[in-house]
Structures are given as structure tokens and as C-alpha cells.
């Protein structure tokens, strides 16, 4: 009998299929129902429906918080791409025995917890930190950079953070990319940038559109990495939800934005999807 | 031919390429003419690949001149040079369709649209692929991809059109096929061809001249009936069709005529050579058509006999392929048409007199 006949095969679903029913449907769908609840005086849930956790996300102090989550998921995945692309074309092109190191130490920074990367990056980007002393050692400034706690700060650390996810996929689709091709638009006088632009780009848009997909999707939920490199100032979507459901116990708002969050990662991912004509996808 | 004779489409000067420790291309100096087939034949490893990527302007020469139509290629790139390339797996746009595959060259080149749609057209018409231009480059079969990749090249109307392997992924009808018509392309539209290729068949076919390669170097230049009927060494020979060879030594020289003695089957006979001595090492070379056996001992016009056994009798169609082994144990092969019928074949286990005229073989320092 082949593999493909095994008729057992079909059972080896049920656990996996299981495990996902048991711990993300029942809870998305327990979150979704808490969303509509209202919450009560002393922060439990009073299962009351109600609309208003979804009305009140429209305060403008809140779509200021989902403005500047989008602009900075946005931000992160046109940077990662702009700095992935050539770094992914690199290794593609290669010798093969540099190809297999050269990927090992884009995702060597994975041994390590991303918590503790993040702190250490706390500590280049203090104000008296190694970033700080060293361009002040080179004259470049005279005095103490502020960038901890800023927009700045939560922007490099979000790139650092998501830069292989770019770079893994743009890899995957550049190495496979035929190099006579290039040589063929050489040859039919295209100049380097037009190769890039009509050859190069077309045919790696799978590896683009993963690429994007997977740094913008957890560059916009992000909540270790504004929380402590942004601190209070510069919230995202992921710390507010925090918030919401451990500082202020309104668990049905906290619910309410998760599934905005949700919709609206959706909605994008969609947008990504359709623009690349990825019918192979979806 | 004069290398600054204004008919030269391509010069090459003692051009080296180095990859490494290997010497790709060794010290290469050939002259093409505007408007003719040439072919560049070897096996793999001979540096006949190399040789058209320096041409193209992927690689550029350790040392050496090439000059194309007249102009220095030094430093150029192959957007600016006066070239296209048929690749060897045609590298077609998978992204584009045929039509705009075909359009690239002109669209690069800033010609305005409205001018490239007409050319497109006629070079799809050119290679009968009118009616396709909408299709994907996948959608299409072996040989109009490859149809498509000359018509991608032969837009432009470059001075010179280089080939890699165009017919290798092709099978064997079809090859045959393309052959005649890449020729009758060629005359056509006039351009200089410059064909790479391993097989032999397929060179001595297409080619008005052709070049022999082998480790980097130029072993013999010439039209495909010189190199097929006067190899200037033992590779050539072997590498153009396949020969049947006997190591020797010279005995003596007699104006045109040189004796050999070969060690277990005696004297045998074949045109003289420049700069052999009486002594000197050589091969006598003779292809496998060239050979004539008979039962009969009587030597009846052929010069050179010898007498073998027949090893192995093959059929093959409209002649018999044969192996005979020779008094020295080598091997040769001898192809006799069969158009005599059954009676005078011979079969695997008989005794047989091996025949040919001096004329017919090739001499060859060793």
C-alpha cells in the first residue's frame, strides 16, 4: 500500500485538531464573548450585552494608541524590508558552504530570550548608554542622546526583533531565482537598477509578501518591545490590551480591542495578500 | 584572413581567462566574419563556454583583446555591447509573456512603444510563433521556448548573435529539425552566428567554419569538411566522428606516400604529413565508413590490407555496424552500407579482410 492510500493516515488530525478546538477556539470564543459583557464595578463581568466596549474604542486618546501602533508596524516592515533585501540577496548569491553560515547567524540571535535581548538593548539606548557614550566619545554630540523611552527607540528595537522574519523567506525566494535570468536582462541591455526593478523584484514577490506578512503582523500586537523600550509614553495596541485586562480589570474592553486588533491584522494581511495577487495563499 | 580586414566581426587576441587555479581559455586568437555560422565545438571542461561569456561580457579577459565589430570590448558591459545571447536554458522571463518577453531588449533600450509592438511581431512571425505572444513562457513546449529565445535576441538585430548549446535540451527529431532552421534563420537575416556546442554532428551541420577547443586552447580552425577529413591531431579526430587509430612508427617517406610500421601487424600506408622524420612516433587514423571488408584476400585496388576477425555484427538500418578485432587485439569499427543484401554480411566470429586506400587515412604526429 503507498502512503497516500494509508487510510489510518486521517486519524493522526484528532490530536492536533483537538489542541487547537480546546485552547484557542473555546478561549477566542469565551474573549469574544466577554467582549460584548460589560464589566463590572469592582472589575468581574457582568454578562449584560453591550456594544459599548466597541463605540468607546472610537475616543480619540485610543485610535491615537492604534494610529501609532499601525504607522510603527508600517515603519518596521518597510525598514526590515529596505535592510533585508540586500542582506538575503547576499547570502542567496553566495558560494553554497558560506550560504549555510551566513543564514545561521542571521537567526543565532533566536538562542537567546527576547526579554533579554531587550534589555540589553535598554542599556545601548540609555541615555548614558553604550550608544550615547560612544558618539559622544567621537565628538558627534556633546550631550546625552534621549532616546529610551521614545517612538525611536521602540522602532530599532521592533527591527532588531523582526529582521530575520524578513530576511528567511526574501532568502528562500532569491535562491531560488535562476541567475541567468539576470544575466539574460544584462544581456538585453538593461542596466543594474532596471534589472533589480523588472526582474529581480517580480520574481522574488512571494518571498516580499512573506517576508512583509511576518514582520508587520507581530510588529503591530508587539508588547514586550514598547513596553520596555517605549515605556509609558509610547503605547501600542498590545500594551493598552495589557492594561486594560491587569491595571484597570475591564476585561470586556481588553476583549473588545483584542478583536479589533484582530480585524484589523486581518484586513491587512488580506490587503497583502491581494496586492501581490497570491491566489496560492489564501 | 587579415584580423583588420573590415569583414571581421569578432577578433579575439591571445585572450586568457583564469577561474582559479584552471586555466578556463588559454592564449585564444580567432577571427569571425561578419555574416557567418560559426561554431565553437569541445567537450565539457574545453573553455568553449567561457569563450562565449567573455563575448557576451559576463567575464572579462585575465589578458588579451577582444575587439567586436570593430570596437575595443574592454571594460564594456553586456548592456552595451553589440551582442545577444541564447541561453542554454533560453532564461526566459517566467513572469512575462511571450510578447513582452520578446519586447524586453527594445523596451531597455528606450525605443517608444508604439514602435516596439510592430517588431515584436515581425520576430514572432520570423520563428512561426505568431498567435502565441500572450502565452507564458510555461504554458509553451520545448521548442518554442526556444524559438521565443531566439526571437528575444534576433529583435534587437545585434551585429553578432551568440549561441549556448541552443539544440542540447531539445530531443532528437526536433533537433534535427532546428538545425536546418537555425541555418536558414542565419542566412536569412544575415547576422553573425556564434554557436557553442559539444556535439559534433551538430556543428559540422549548422557551421560555415568551425573551431576545435579542448583544456582552454584552439586546436584547429577551419570548415567543417577540413576539420572532418584533414584533423589536424589525434584529439580532432577522435572528438569529430568516431576514428579508428593504429600507433606506429615512420619507416620511410616516399614524396606523398609514408609508411608506418605498426608492431604485431606490419607495414601500412598513408599520406605524408609535414615535419615527420623517419622514426618519429604517429597515428593512422581512418573513420569507420572509409573501411572495406571482404572474404577475398585479392587486394583489388586497396593499398592497405589487414586480416581480422570479426567481433560483434550489428544491425543498424541501412548498414552493418561491425567491431573487428585486429592481429594487435585493437578494436576498429567499420561501417559497411547494406545495401547488397544478406549475402556478403558478415557475422560475429568470422575471419575477414580489413581494406582501405592510402588516400583515405589520416596521418598524425603523436
Redesign the interface.
Known sequence: MSPIQLGGGRWLIVPPAATLILFFGVPLALVLAVSFATRGTYGGIEWAFTLGNYTSIADPLYLRIFWRSLWLAVLTTIICLVMGFPLAYVIARAPQRWQGILLFLVIIPFWTNFLVRTYAWMFILRSEGLLSTVLSALGLTHEPLPLLFTDTAVLIGLVYGYLPFMVLPLYAALERL?P??I?????????PL?VFT??VL??SKPGVIAGCVLVFIPSLGAYVTPDLLGGARSMMIGNLIQHQYLVVRDWPFGSALSFVLMAGVLAAVLYYLRAGGERGLL | MDETSTDASIVMREVTKRHGDTVAVDRLSLTIRKGEFFAILGPSGSGKTTTLRLLAGFEQPDSGEIIIEGQPMQGVPPNRRPVNLVFQNYALFPHMTVAQNVAFGLEMKGLPTPEIGPHVAEALEMVRLAGKQDRLPSQLSGGEQQRVALARALVNRPAVLLLDEPLGALDKQLRLEMEVELKALQERVGITFVCVTHDQEEALTMSDRLAVMHHGRLLQIGTPEEIYTAPASAFVASFIGVSNSLPGRVQAIDGQRTTVAVEGIGLVHAPSCTGLRTGAPVLVTIRPERLHLSRDPATDGYQNQIAVRVAKAIYSGNEMHYLVTLPNNLTWKARVPNADGTAKRFHAGESAYLKWRTAEAVLLPE
Open positions: 535562476d541567468s535570468l544575466e539574460a536582462a544584462w544581456d538585453l541591455y538593461a542596466r532596471q523588472r526582474v517580480p520574481l
